[in-house]
């Protein structure tokens, strides 16, 4: 894993694609250009400590190095570690919508698909309760 000081010339001979590798810039610590198959992209990786203990490892990608130049991407970086630094959690607010935004159960599908056949369709009741015979059976 190569560690180098980035420059934009740097980063655009590396949009060709290629081998899959990773490199480190020494001006930013934290910041890196991972090339894959199909380009490169900025990614920041960092330490989060709350409370003076290890949480994880923070990795975040900030862009494809065709849409973002270097000095922005930097600038970017900078600005997540210095979140991280803070004790915050920049991923907290989207594992906690991924959170809240759970699968429904067979249960609240069952309730909901039920209160659709009565209410659009007009299902008697005799037809709910023979599903939930099945369902529980």
């Known amino acids: ?8 010339k740097d980063v655009d001979d590396l949009n060709d694609g ?11 610590k934290g910041l890196m250009v991972v090339v894959g198959k199909k380009g490169a992209s900025y990614k920041v ?6 409370e003076r203990r290890y949480v994880r490892t ?7 190095t065709a849409q973002l130049k270097l000095k922005v991407a ?3 970086a900078r600005a997540v570690i210095d979140q991280i630094k803070a004790g915050v959690d920049p991923d907290a607010d989207r594992s906690a919508a991924r959170a809240g935004n ?3 159960t067979v249960e609240q599908m ?5 209160t659709f056949l009565q209410t659009k369709k007009g299902a008697p009741d005799r ?3 023979d599903m939930k015979y099945r369902r529980d059976k």
Request: glycine share 4%.
């Open 1 to 8: 894993m190569p560690v180098q000081r980035l420059t934009q």
């Open 18 to 28: 290629g081998e899959p590798r990773l490199i480190r810039d020494t001006q930013v």
């Open 45 to 50: 990786q960092y330490d989060l400590y709350q």
């Open 58 to 64: 923070v990795a975040k990608t900030l862009g494809a």
């Open 74 to 76: 930097q600038r970017l």
């Open 102 to 104: 759970a699968a429904p």
């Open 110 to 114: 069952f309730l909901a698909h039920a």
């Open 127 to 129: 037809t709910i309760k």
